[in-house]
């Protein structure tokens, strides 16, 4: 018992949020009045309004940086395209239109394979669509949205400013970085509702956006930030947030953790939305709590549900569950996980189904087992002049890991249908109910 709780403190002190950095300070943006109507798209405000140009200088000392700290990097360039290898980026990118070359750049580290090495352009990494969107068997759905677009909850999108939206996704897909696949899906699907990629293509920032459904045509008006609370809430927690983690986050500031019982179908559900900034005496008395009820409902089901966990520290977690609690509860106990399981809340159910036999029940992971650690003092740094921040990871030499076993595959694997980011049914549960012992 000893070496487990060992093995767990260590690993927590490699694991923290990745949490995306967010530019929330005035910008020339602003709220048009709600429209449905055919008209081409606007032209918007020229690029050159919010970016600067990259140097060869700037570039050469990203890849210093990055050469200097990050273990794996010899191995990533080597696994780079060659006219995406940021020695090679160096030499032509003052030779570049301005969009390319921001680009460029988002495309290279994409190679990296690591969620937490990112290359963000913080002024316009903000979110701010008055609708949430989500990408559901292959098709992009609006699942939530503020009052004024409410009716178009449901709806399938076919164009964004007449351009399909898969080619949106592909491009925005072709730009983010992540442990794998699942994870390139979900940032792909968060910057759908931000300003980056359609400014990047347009080579303009534009005041509202075109969407057209299987139903209408509807001009959106670009707000500076829309707060979670602007959203309809449902009966599925926050998976009505779907994977746009700038307003989870927010969501999530003042509900961390807690549980639910459902008496009906005997499920007590402990939910944990984040895993950093916890107060550890709460935590300490929120852990005897479950614990206490966990040992006494012996005929209910246990389901640990990490599928909003945005990360964080996984040291939290001995404080609940030690591994002698784990394992008396195996045999009735599950982790659910999903596509917006981050960082420690990918780490967090996979040890406990390596140390307590806990079984998983959900999608694949955006993250790795091995993903690279990173704490509070992990590189990272803002160049001022141009407001962009690189923050690295301290890697551990576990590119090849993550290239090998690149996500957490659940015991049972659920795909999550359109009525459950609805709030109309939950697979997850309806899994635990049919894999009952």
Known sequence: MKKDSLLIILLALLLTACAPLVDMSENTMTTATTETQNTPPQVGTPLEKFLLPLTKDIVEDIAWRLDSSYLDYTIVQENTPPNLRLNTIASVIESMPLNEQYITMLKAFRYFNDAHTNFYINKLYYSNMPLIIEKIDQSFYIINATQDY????????????????????????????????????????????????????????????IFE???????????????????????????????????????????????RINDDQKIITIYFNKLGGIDSNQLVEFGEKVRDIVLQ????????????CLGGNIASLPTIFEVDFLKAISDRAFCYVSRNSLSAGTTSPALFRRIGGIKMIGEKTPYSEYTSGVSSIADQYTIDSHAITLRVSFSNGDY??????????????????????LGETDVWQDALLDKRI
Request: proline letters at 4%; charged letters at 30%.
């Open 400 to 421: 090849q890991r993550r290239l090998a076993e690149p996500t957490v595959i659940p015991d049972y694997i659920v795909e999550p249908a359109l009525s459950d980011f």
């Open 297 to 308: 409902k012996t005929d209910y089901s246990v389901a640990i549900d990490f599928r909003t």
């Open 150 to 209: 409410r009716q178009l909850i449901g709806q399938r999108i076919i164009k964004i400013d007449d351009v399909d939206v898969d080619t949106w996704y592909q491009r925005a897909y072709d730009m983010t970085t992540s442990d794998n696949d699942y994870g390139r899906s979900r940032d792909a699907v968060d910057m759908l509702h931000m300003p980056i990629v359609y400014a990047l293509y347009d080579n303009a920032v534009k005041h509202s956006l």
């Open 213 to 259: 459904t299987e139903k209408t045509s509807q001009k959106i008006s670009l707000k500076k930030r829309a707060e979670a609370d602007d959203f309809a809430k449902n009966n599925n927690n926050y998976l009505y947030l779907g994977s746009n983690t700038t307003q989870m986050f927010s969501a999530f500031k003042d509900d961390p953790y807690g549980y």
